[in-house]
């Protein structure tokens, strides 16, 4: 049995979840199903990121205290997480104690690495990064994602020294030691990497207060990415245990906004830490509404929750495992929403489940026990590779091979002409094949996928309602 650490982005806790955020869940699921069900053990961690100058702002806009406003928000998430049936192991809040003290004590550990020096440059409080004079330059100044202009900032602060790690994180991922998926953005990062300058990993207390204080100097508190990162190693007890079980990583789930810190600031602090890297870094494209960002000031924003409760959780997941591309951005229209959810969930799968099952009943034909299903080698290969839209296409083209087995075999002929022994063999054929798809679709619809291991038992009972109603 192999142990299997997934992780996932903490999002920052200043407002409420939204469908993007659902990506990074959903995919870990997926996964952390997939291994279950192959046999693995399985740690999956989950959590909510909520230091920071935006969220500080966005509490003192609200005229609320901040821990209030985390508190709060941080429940929104966790039940968020729970609307959308994922099986996560461990919750972290980064404004636990134990999380702030371990923070510390990793602090402590990369000091060979950090130094004090001035900082003067831009900040953008929405990305909550530093900015580099060459991206200022290339942006007039305002942040394209947050439409803001960047902050000046001249401060005193801490820098931790990345230059001492950039040898070392190009060779591991070139070698892909550390795969970072898709491809592509393994690329871009190599050649972000080239131009990465030591990052500041402090502000000012006079700037900003709400952060982990940083060890023996009560004048700062640590950059909220040094604090959220870490997050992935302190939820297993690092410094003070071994976390050897768990760690590396398997796969750490992120959106491809913020694999470069990911994929340079983290590996360099575990290297730094002397940690192994994480196996595989596997960074999703961003979801747009009609083609556009989603973002409150356009007012495009898809609320999740809206879409669950019309439709049902794994009509949700569906979607956005299927049709948002595992890897690329992807569209989200209701339009495409409805047309996936009539067309294939009721048509194609519904259907499917409905009339096998009502010929199995209506012929009471006596289903064989299952041998142990194997799952096929080519659908494996894509689940191993994270591939998981295309894992996922390939389970519903044996849905759609289904149907058109019914139509071509009509087993209805079968019991008009008397032929008993072949419509038995046909329709016991037919539901050990759909069984088999039901274990591929697990990962992905897991309530369905029990749905249907409960229609399809010894004694079959069509179900009275349709599993996809159409809408
Ligand atoms: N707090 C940081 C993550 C720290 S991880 C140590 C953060 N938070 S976030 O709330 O901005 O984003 C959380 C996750 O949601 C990220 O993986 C991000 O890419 C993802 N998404 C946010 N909006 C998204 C879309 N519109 N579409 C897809 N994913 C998006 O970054």
């Not at 069900?37 to 399985?42: A, N, P, S």
């Not at 902050?151 to 005193?156: A, G, T, V």
Request: proline share 5%.
């Amino acid at each position: 049995m192999n142990k299997i650490y997934i992780t996932t982005a903490i999002p920052y806790v200043n407002g409420s979840p939204h469908v993007g955020h659902a990506m990074d869940y959903c995919l870990a699921d997926v996964c952390a199903r997939y291994h279950r069900l192959i046999g693995d053990e399985v740690k999956f961690q989950v959590g909510t990121d909520e230091h920071g100058g935006k969220i500080f702002k966005k509490a003192e806009d609200l005229g609320v205290s901040v821990e209030d406003y985390v508190a709060e928000n941080s429940e929104k998430f966790k039940d968020f997480i729970a609307k959308l049936n994922v099986s996560y192991t461990d919750f972290i809040r980064t404004t636990d104690l134990e999380h702030e003290h371990l923070c510390q004590e990793i602090w402590k550990k990369l000091e060979p690495y950090i130094y004090k020096a001035k900082y003067e440059g831009w900040y953008c409080t929405g990305c909550e990064r530093f900015i580099t004079d060459k991206e200022y330059e290339e942006n007039h100044g305002v942040c394209p994602d947050h439409q803001k202009p960047y902050e000046k900032l001249e401060e005193e602060n801490y820098y931790f020294r990345i230059s001492d790690f950039k040898d070392q994180i190009v060779k591991a991922i070139s070698s892909d030691e550390l795969l970072i998926l898709p491809d592509f953005r393994k690329k871009e990062i190599l050649k972000l990497i080239e131009d990465s300058p030591d990052v500041s990993i402090s502000r000012p207390k006079e700037q900003l207060t709400w952060g982990v204080p940083v060890p023996d100097d009560d004048s700062q508190v640590m950059y909220v990415w040094i604090d959220a990162l870490s997050n992935y190693i302190t939820i297993l007890g690092y410094p003070e245990k071994d976390i050897s079980d768990w760690w590396p990583a398997t796969v750490q789930f992120v959106g491809k906004d913020i694999l470069r810190f990911h994929a340079i600031i983290w590996p360099a602090m575990l290297i730094g830490l002397g940690l192994p890297l994480p196996k595989t870094i596997s960074s999703h494209g961003m979801i747009l509404v009609d083609g556009q960002k989603m973002s409150k000031s356009i007012g495009n924003v898809v609320d999740p929750v809206e879409v669950i409760d019309k439709h049902g959780i794994d009509a949700f997941r569906y979607y956005f495992l299927r049709h948002v591309d595992t890897f690329a951005d992807s569209d989200f229209t209701w339009e495409k929403f409805e047309n996936a959810y009539n067309n294939e969930l009721a048509n194609d799968l519904g259907n499917l489940v409905q009339r096998l099952a009502t010929l199995i009943a209506k012929n009471k034909i006596e289903l064989k026990k299952q041998d142990k299903l194997e799952l096929p080698e080519d659908f494996r290969k894509l689940m191993d590779g994270f591939e998981f839209s295309k894992a996922f296409d390939l389970a519903w083209e044996k849905i759609q091979a289904l149907n058109k087995k019914i139509d071509e075999e009509k087993p209805w002929e079968f019991a008009k002409n008397g032929k008993l022994d072949e419509l038995n063999a046909c329709l016991n054929s037919i539901a050990s094949e759909l069984l088999l798809v039901s274990s591929m679709l697990s990962p992905f619809i897991p309530l369905t996928s029990e749905k249907i291991s409960e229609i399809f038992t010894s004694s079959v009972n069509p179900p009275k309602t349709p599993l996809f109603p159409k809408q």
